[in-house]
């Protein structure tokens, strides 16, 4: 049975800084893609970032690009979204998700999904 787990999420102040971690079990996560994505409210989920198995290639949203770093660690089984300066538009509640190619994680997508972790930004 496939598991991704969220955690990190919570209440931050705008320009202030998150890490959320996703720990995956029941796939070999070293052969897949792996990303994040969010769902404010009111709004549709949307593609926050992606990172191929094997960590070389990253591919982010323009509204995160500079501030929102994906990174894996195969040897956890965890992928990592660390998230700088704030802003209170990130309020949301954010997935992580794995699929084996990484072009379905691009489109919305992926196979697995998390159960979400809510991040929230105050202004």
């Known amino acids: 049975q496939v598991q991704l787990v969220e955690s990190g999420g919570g209440l931050v102040q705008a320009g202030g800084s998150l890490r959320l971690s996703c720990a995956a079990s029941?796939?070999?996560?070293?052969?897949?893609?792996m990303g994040w994505f969010r769902q404010a409210p009111g709004k549709e989920r949307e593609f926050v970032a992606a990172i191929s198995w094997s960590g070389s290639s990253t591919y982010y949203t323009i509204s995160v690009k500079g501030r929102f770093t994906i990174s894996r660690d195969n040897a956890k089984n965890t992928v990592y979204l660390q998230m700088n300066s704030l802003k209170a538009e990130d309020t949301a509640v954010y997935y992580c998700a794995t699929d084996p190619r990484e072009s379905r994680l691009r489109i919305g997508a992926p196979v697995h999904w998390g159960q979400g972790t809510q991040v929230t930004v105050s202004s």
């Open positions: 029941g796939l070999p996560v070293s052969n897949y893609a």
